[in-house]
């Protein structure tokens, strides 16, 4: 069984920086793309960033050069520095792991951290 639990959300005033953290238990994570996702009230979730097993990035445009993806496969995190945030950041942000297994497609949702801009 698959779990992930993100941390690091919180309030901050636009401008600011936070870093979230998506740990993963119970599987070989390096195998895993890793996505983080926002959903903001009222909004359809969205894809921010996401990075492969092999490190390849892709990115929302609106967070591209404020927003990086990273992991640390030892130790089975995958981090998203957000930095210059802005008020339309705020969203509760959710970390998915991914991967293809034979011919089904594993998918792992974390439960969620609340990430609020002020302005």
């Known amino acids: 069984q698959v779990q992930l639990v993100e941390s690091g959300g919180g309030l901050v005033q636009a401008g600011g920086s936070l870093r979230l953290s998506c740990a993963a238990s119970g599987t070989i994570f390096s195998i895993f793309t890793v996505s983080w996702y926002r959903q903001a009230p009222g909004k359809q979730r969205e894809l921010v960033a996401g990075i492969t097993g092999g490190g390849l990035k892709n990115y929302l445009d609106s967070v591209k050069g404020r927003f990086t993806i990273s992991r640390d496969n030892a130790k089975n995190t995958v981090y998203l520095q957000m930095n210059s945030l802005k008020p339309e950041d705020t969203a509760v942000y959710y970390c998915?792991?991914?991967?293809?297994?034979?011919?089904?497609?594993?998918?792992?949702w974390g439960q969620g951290t609340q990430v609020t801009v002020s302005s």
């Open positions: 998915n792991a991914a991967r293809r297994l034979g011919g089904a497609q594993l998918d792992y």
